[in-house]
């Protein structure tokens, strides 16, 4: 919320399924206007009320008796979205329209209507910093990159000092249920995630993106041989084979699988799609354990934690060398389980471990970039 530009008339939230967007606008209409306050008004265009009435209709009426901020939830079930968002910012000038989107979607690549128009947001899940504080009463600030390389050690060991010894147990159960607000419910919290990241395939993927209802069993291979492999190079013509699919069509669904944050895709400096990534990670740790529900490797689990913590303020590439990323074309980094390495001072380590020392980083620090 701090982040966001509230002063905009046309302001878009996309994240994933399960992360809580419906949540953020309510939060926001409670914060911003009180709970008896008649000018915000939430609404779901999910409704069966809106496949008669319209966007622009509603709209009209709404600010006709003294509404100034209309929330609209899931706006893709809503046919025809996009123009009727750019003729509500066009005709009213006095109404904020604040929208919810999959992360699938493509605002302003995809919808011209709203170019230059709208402002785009992310929500993401909880780091691990805003995990600790929620569930320990703390209130552990933001990092930047360059302060954690230069004072790692001082702030690892004054945040630990906080801890009472309950800091290696609390990433561990991050690592596992830590990223999506539900691990809040009392519901089985793996089996909520599998619920959702099947959700995310069935309708924001097949449904955005327009893949016929056949194709999902191939979708839902695809995902399951990168969760097993990650993190790897994709072999797309073997994947091709097994699939009974184009390289073309692979390269699609990978895009598709990324666009809805249930992959991340890793290329060389310099290199982007469509090009073959040169590595394919699944989005988070959380997902990792839903899928296998057994011990996790800990190269793999380690790896895909860093890459998904660091990838929302910095560029992420593949490493050279030895090192398996390059952060912001400047740090190589290198992601370790334990103390038991070599250690080429030309590095940085992330690595799992309480407290470091020169060059090398506790791990679950890098879960303080947000």
């Known amino acids: 919320m701090d982040e966001i530009n509230w002063s905009g008339r046309l302001i878009g939230i996309k994240g994933s399924r399960g ?23 939430y609404i779901n265009l999910n409704h069966f009320f809106f496949t008669n009435r319209t966007i622009v209709d509603f709209a009209n009426d709404f600010r006709m008796q003294g509404g100034k901020t209309l929330l609209l939830d899931q706006v893709f079930k809503y046919p025809e979205w996009s123009k009727e968002l750019r003729i509500c910012y066009d005709k009213y000038p006095d109404l904020k329209i604040i929208f919810t989107g999959s992360a699938v979607m493509r605002l302003k690549d995809e919808n011209p209507d709203l170019a230059g128009k709208v402002i785009e947001y992310q929500l993401r899940g ?5 995990y600790l504080n929620l569930n320990n009463d703390k209130h552990f ?37 830590g990223f999506y607000p539900f691990f809040l419910e009392k519901r089985d919290f793996f089996e909520n995630l599998l619920k959702t990241m099947n959700m995310t395939l069935e309708v924001d993927v097949m449904y955005i993106r327009q893949v016929e209802q056949r194709y999902l069993p191939k979708l839902r291979k695809l995902l399951y041989r990168i969760a097993l492999e990650s993190p790897h190079t994709p072999n797309v013509s073997q994947l091709s084979k097994e699939l009974e699919i184009s390289r073309a069509t692979v390269m699609n669904y990978i895009k598709y699988l990324r666009d809805a944050r249930l992959i991340n895709y890793l290329y060389a400096a310099g290199e982007k799609y469509p090009k073959k990534p040169s590595t394919l990670y699944v989005y988070n740790t959380n997902q990792l354990h839903a899928i296998f529900q057994t011990p996790i490797n800990l190269n793999k689990e380690n790896k895909t934690f860093f890459f998904n913590q660091l990838q929302k303020d910095y560029l992420i590439n593949e ?19 334990n ?26 620090l890098f879960g303080f970039l947000y």
């Not at 909880?126 to 805003?130: A, I, K, M, P, Q």
């Not at 490493?319 to 400047?330: M, P, S, V």
């Not at 590095?347 to 470091?356: H, M, Q």
Request: glycine content about 6%; aromatic content about 14%.
């Open 339 to 364: 103390r038991h390495f070599t250690n080429n001072p030309e590095y940085y380590y992330a690595v799992n471990i309480e407290t470091g020392e020169g060059n090398v980083i506790p791990l679950w």
């Open 141 to 177: 600030p933001v990092y930047l990159l360059k302060d954690i390389l230069l004072h790692h050690q001082a702030i690892a060991q004054g945040i630990v000092s906080q801890m009472n010894s309950q800091l290696q147990t609390c990433f561990n159960n991050y690592l596992q249920h």
């Open 126 to 130: 909880f780091s691990f910093r805003e």
């Open 19 to 41: 992360i809580g967007k419906t949540t953020f606008l309510l939060s926001h209409a409670k914060e911003f206007y009180g709970v008896d306050n008649r000018e915000c008004l």
């Open 319 to 337: 490493g050279k060398r030895h090192a398996d990323f390059l952060i912001n074309n400047e740090y190589p980094f290198c992601v370790k389980p």
